[in-house]
């Protein structure tokens, strides 16, 4: 039953896609990490299927092709409720404060929404758009992959990395969390990513995606130890985003070569 619990928490917490209520507990959270990436696994899974549709009668000139792109750049939006952008445009607040650590946590905190996360939010979209109108279904099955992968690591920097402060949302599934389980799981998902990429995407472009997440997901640990002190429930929804678009940019621009 901790499992079954584990399982519902994880989706209720990072998708709008409907869960039996269950009661937060110590007990009932210490697997929830080991299901995130199975929610990166749905919504990578519905992108990819709204993407088969939609390409072909985007290039049959049936529909226009800006849809399409909209489309894609909202629907993992729709499917989180945007509580990983939530944390990017938090992030983006505070990294342009320029202040201290303090600084940057309070704003973290802090409910308003200021500028330079409206700008961040922008460019992120504008950029996602782009990007999915240059693409076709060859970048489909990467961006699948993509999905799994960043919350797989977004769900151990929070049970494996210092925490930057003792409360909030991921101090209290790191608390939670069974380490090993979640070491084991990512361990799973991260092979399981990886035959995939290898066998579905091609060797080259699997490289490409996960040197990617290697390169995002270092600057991101040393970012948030540098200016925040830790790990935050934001700053990693800021990684999983920009992990994300990454991913995006080098599986178009591979589709061009």
Partial sequence: MKWIRSFAIAFSMYSRIPMPRVQWTKESM????CFFPLVGAVTGGLVWIAGALLFPLRDAGRLPEVFPAVFLTILPLIVTGGIHMDGFLDTTDARHSYGEKEKKL???????TGAFAVIGASVY?????????????GVLP???????LSRTLSGLSVTAGKGARKDGLAAAFREAAREKAVWISAGIYLAACLAFGGIVLGILPC??????AGVVFAYYLWMAGREFGGITGDLAGYFLQVFELAA???LTAWSFL
């Fill in 30 to 33: 210490q697997y929830a990490f």
């Fill in 106 to 112: 309070a704003i973290l905190k802090d409910p308003h």
């Fill in 125 to 137: 979209l504008l950029w996602s758009t782009a990007l999915w109108a240059l693409a076709d279904e």
């Fill in 142 to 148: 990467g961006m699948a992959c993509a999905m799994v």
């Fill in 207 to 212: 490289v490409l995606l996960f040197g990617t």
């Fill in 248 to 250: 995006l940019t080098v």
